[in-house]
């Protein structure tokens, strides 16, 4: 049993606990216009959750069968921190749908929060099995096993893509986290992508990390002090340079 994570948010979710429900073998997003859910996806990428969540909430109350809402209540719940509400939205979509990728990637990503690893990777083979032909949903299961320190697999997951999703932003920082967590820093593609990252230093600081890791692991004098100075202004990429077994100094 999954516990119940202390956040205030949840008060959203009182009446919203999971129901017994039939399977249904629809596909996501089939029949769904999405121009319904333009609205609410523009929430959601200005990272305005809670408003995304209502907004979700209404059309899930007023339709508990549609996908998609049931879908981002699951996603806005993650993006919130609630993981038990967003685990149990993910579990009610693949009742309705056993071939829902999305979902599986989901509910993988809560699954190693809770170090339920095994289950986990079950879901992501399953995702990736179902992700056929491979999309840039590759790029979600990268970042979530990069995360976990299953940086072989991420390569696995994202090589099928690499042709096509290479100018793809979010697919650069999960492949060069893969290339130099696996130390291949003379890869074809460290020096583009790193080159890229220059470019646009101003817009993800994530940039600036990989850029700072990759001289750390060529040995590059004053790197890992430049590198460790980084990371306590931006703490949240602390777990990434230790998955990179970087020997930071205080």
């Not at 990272?47 to 979700?56: E, H, R, S, V």
């Not at 693949?94 to 509910?107: F, S």
């Not at 990390?209 to 040995?219: D, E, S, T």
């Amino acid at each position: 049993m999954l516990a119940q994570p202390d956040n205030p948010e949840n008060l959203l979710f009182m009446d919203m606990r999971l129901n017994t429900m039939e399977a249904d073998n629809s596909v996501f997003g089939a029949g769904v216009n999405m121009r319904y859910y333009s609205d609410i996806l523009s929430l959601e990428q200005s990272g305005d959750f809670i408003a995304a969540l209502t907004a979700y909430r209404d059309l899930y109350l007023k339709n508990p069968k549609d996908e998609g809402a049931i879908y981002g209540i699951a996603q806005c719940a993650l993006a919130l921190g609630n993981l038990e509400t967003a685990f149990e939205f993910f579990v009610k979509l693949l009742i309705m749908n056993h071939d829902c990728a999305e979902a599986y990637v989901g509910r993988s990503n809560i699954l190693f929060q809770y170090d339920q690893r095994e289950r986990a990777m079950s879901d992501l083979a399953k995702a990736i099995e179902l992700d056929n032909p491979a999309s840039v949903l590759r790029i979600d299961c990268a970042a979530i096993l990069n995360d976990n320190g299953l940086t072989e697999f991420a390569m696995q997951a994202l090589q099928p893509v690499r042709d096509m999703a290479f100018d793809d932003f979010d697919f650069k920082s999960e492949w060069i986290f893969c290339l130099l967590a696996n130390r291949k820093l003379e890869h074809v593609d460290v020096k583009p992508i790193l080159a890229s990252f220059v470019e646009n230093i101003e817009e993800d600081p994530y940039y600036a990390f990989c850029i700072g890791a990759y001289r750390c692991l060529k040995g590059e004098d004053g790197a890992l002090e430049h590198l460790s100075g980084f990371l306590r202004d931006y703490p949240e990429f602390s777990e990434r340079a230790h998955v990179l077994g970087l020997a930071l100094p205080e």
